[in-house]
Structures are given as structure tokens and as C-alpha cells.
Nanobody
């Protein structure tokens, strides 16, 4: 199962960006999806996540400013980022885990996938 992220770019402080991520594969089910970020010289950290049932979780640094949501298509997730701050500058990665049903020999297999990073820069 592969993830494709998009939507990064340059925003001014106080501005907004929306990130999108879509999963692709022949047959799979998704458990949780989320967004992580990694700033230069720092470790990758969780930004926001959403479970299959829709329960969300946010890092304290983004609570009240970012919103994670699922799309109508299976395996899609969005991150609406408002009131952006320079410290939000980072590469953002989407993440998903679930079950891959595509291999008839091995049967259902747990997977965890990462999308390629999409760069977010917040600067005036």
C-alpha cells in the first residue's frame, strides 16, 4: 500500500495550507492515518492522527489550529493548517496502517506505510 502526499508550499505567518494524502493498492483496509513532521535537525514528531472510527489526536503545538479529517474515498486524509507559525516549517509525512489483502498466498498482512514528505515553509 502506497501513500501519496501533496499540498505543501510556502505560506505567510497566520496563513493556511491544506495537505492531502491518498492511499493506493489493490485491496486493503485502513486502521489509522496520521500526519508527522520533521524540521531540520529535529526528530520526526506526530502532528495529528485519526482512527477508523474518527477519533482524532493532536500534538499540543497544533491544537486549535490544525484539523485532521478523512476524505470520502478510502484511504484519504487531509490536514487543514490554519494560523500557521514559522515553527510549523517542516517536511510533513502522512502515515497509515492497516491490513493488506492483496496477496492470495500469504493472506491478510499488516502494513504500515509512509508517504513521501511534502515541504511546508512558513515565512514572511
Amino acid at each position: 500500500v502506497q501513500l501519496q502526499a501533496s499540498g505543501g508550499g510556502l505560506a505567510q505567518p497566520g496563513g493556511s495550507l491544506r495537505l492531502s494524502c491518498a492511499a493506493s493498492g489493490s485491496d486493503f483496509g485502513i486502521n489509522d492515518m496520521g500526519w508527522y513532521r520533521q524540521a531540520p535537525g529535529k526528530q520526526r514528531e506526530l502532528v495529528a492522527s485519526i482512527t477508523r472510527s474518527g477519533t482524532t489526536n493532536y500534538a499540543d503545538a497544533v491544537k486549535g489550529r490544525f484539523t485532521v479529517s478523512k476524505g470520502n474515498a478510502k484511504g484519504t486524509v487531509y490536514l487543514q493548517m490554519n494560523s500557521l507559525k514559522p515553527e510549523d516549517t517542516a517536511d510533513y509525512y502522512c502515515n497509515a496502517d492497516g491490513i493488506d489483502y492483496s496477496d492470495p498466498v500469504r493472506g491478510p498482512q499488516y502494513f504500515e506505510s509512509w508517504g513521501q514528505g511534502t515541504q511546508v515553509t512558513v515565512s514572511s
